[in-house]
């Protein structure tokens, strides 16, 4: 018998009453960018028509020749997937020159992310992060119960790198791991490798940094850096990287982290033995090598910034510069702003990322999509505020 709505809700309330640890009770769930089906229900909207710039996904898609590779893999998902990631793991190794033992792979990088906390934090100790920054870093610190210390942001909302130090010094020996992301979502916000480095070199090492690079290909040729050259001298790092970004592969959920082998041992000791499905090994693999797809969804991205921001320019809106595949503009003073805006976005069929739950009520994040797609949004967005 299937029970009838109202019989399952008082189940439910019944529940969260007498089960669950205190500190989940305590968690705030993740709130996503709003799925074009559900938009198109409750707006009334043809979903063909729907523009979402809220997730931060490449516009291009799936790279044709991961797809091609996943179809192939296909044929045998009878099978479990590799456990050890061999292949996805040799080609990764060759190109970062690091031994294959130095990387762990993720169910998305939010999975390293986790395995990080759960595998260095506790209830007693402290995760560090900045204010403004991903949204995951205290939801991994209070799902191990350990206590989360949000660092306040510098004045144009990016890492202040030495208060964070403070804040490390500050917690005695309580603080256990610190998030760094560069360049920062939803903010945008980038850290020169100098100040990166010096971080680095002046956390205790019995305090784990993990380099959040889930953005890392956006960077311009004159921002980029060598962290590989990072994770070889600081065996307290650990390098996250994204396949679901610039690789174009969100859906399949797969990421990487890169650190010494006695921080993998300890990621792999926690992880799902089979965490990496085999499709997305396959379409990972193909991703990597696929230059011509990366380059293109560069351009792609430079251009589209362009595009957004001189509109921002234009219409007189603050927007902060961005070192990622969004943008972050300021669309009103008060603190319903990005709120309204978002509704009278939706109705438009346009879906963009309000980032309240950021601490940033008067701002909105906008994803960089296809030329037409930022244009569909620019006319929106000016309708709006006419
Ligand atoms: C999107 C994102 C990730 C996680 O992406 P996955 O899909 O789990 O690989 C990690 N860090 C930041 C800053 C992100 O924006």
């Given at each position: 018998m299937i029970p009838k709505n109202n019989q399952i809700k008082l189940v439910k309330i019944r529940m969260?009453?007498?089960i669950g640890l205190k500190h989940?009770?305590?968690?705030?769930?993740?709130?996503?960018?709003?799925?074009?089906?559900?938009?198109?229900?409750?707006?009334?909207?043809?979903?063909?028509?729907?523009?979402k710039l809220a997730s931060n996904e490449n516009p291009l898609g799936m790279p044709k020749?991961?797809?091609?590779?996943?179809?192939?893999?296909?044929?045998?998902?009878?099978?479990?997937?590799?456990?050890?990631?061999?292949e996805l793991k040799n080609v990764l190794a060759?190109?970062?020159?690091?031994?294959?033992?130095?990387?762990?792979?993720?169910?998305?990088?939010?999975?390293?992310?986790?395995?990080?906390?759960?595998?260095?934090?506790?209830?007693?100790?402290?995760?560090?992060?900045?204010?403004?920054?991903?949204?995951?870093?205290p939801l991994a610190t209070q799902a191990v119960g350990a206590k989360a210390v949000e660092v306040p942001a510098t004045a144009i909302y990016g890492h202040d790198l030495p208060a964070m130090l403070a804040a490390i010094k500050l917690s005695?020996?309580?603080?256990?791991?610190?998030?760094?992301?560069?360049?920062?979502?939803?903010?945008?916000?980038?850290?020169?490798?100098?100040?990166?480095?010096?971080?680095?070199?002046?956390?205790?090492?019995?305090v784990v940094v993990v380099l959040d690079e889930a953005y890392n290909e956006y960077l311009s040729p004159e921002q980029r850096y060598d962290a590989i050259a990072w994770v070889k001298r600081f065996p307290n790092m650990i390098l996250s990287r994204s396949f679901s970004k610039a690789y174009g592969l969100a859906g399949l959920r797969i990421g990487y982290g890169v650190a010494q082998p006695h921080l993998t041992d300890l990621l792999n000791r926690i992880r799902q033995p089979f965490n990496v499905n085999s499709l997305a090994q396959a379409?990972?693999?193909?991703?990597?090598?696929?230059?011509?797809?990366?380059?293109?969804?560069?351009?792609l991205n430079r251009a589209g910034y362009i595009q957004l921001t001189k509109a921002f320019d234009e219409l007189g809106l603050k927007?902060?510069?961005?070192?990622?595949?969004?943008?972050?503009?300021?669309?009103?003073?008060?603190?319903?702003?990005?709120?309204?805006?978002?509704?009278?976005?939706?109705?438009?069929?346009?879906?963009?990322?309000?980032?309240g739950n950021y601490g940033l009520p008067q701002w909105l994040r906008i994803s960089i999509g296809l030329p037409e797609e930022n244009a569909a949004f620019i006319d929106a967005l000016k309708a709006i505020l006419a």
């Open positions: 969260t009453s007498k989940i009770h305590a968690i705030a769930p993740y709130v996503g960018g709003r799925p074009i089906s559900e938009v198109a229900r409750e707006y009334g909207l043809d979903e063909s028509k729907i523009v020749s991961a797809q091609d590779a996943m179809l192939k893999a296909a044929s045998d998902l009878g099978r479990y997937p590799d456990s050890n990631g061999f060759a190109r970062l020159g690091v031994p294959t033992d130095w990387i762990t792979l993720g169910n998305g990088s939010n999975d390293i992310l986790e395995l990080a906390a759960r595998a260095v934090a506790q209830a007693g100790d402290e995760v560090i992060f900045s204010k403004h920054a991903f949204a995951v870093y005695g020996d309580k603080a256990k791991l610190v998030f760094v992301a560069n360049p920062n979502n939803p903010t945008g916000s980038y850290l020169p490798a100098k100040e990166i480095e010096d971080f680095l070199a002046a956390v205790p090492p019995n379409a990972a693999i193909a991703a990597f090598q696929d230059k011509e797809f990366l380059q293109q969804g560069f351009e927007y902060l510069p961005s070192a990622g595949n969004f943008v972050l503009v300021k669309v009103g003073d008060d603190d319903q702003a990005g709120a309204r805006i978002n509704l009278a976005l939706l109705k438009r069929g346009i879906i963009v990322r309000p980032v």
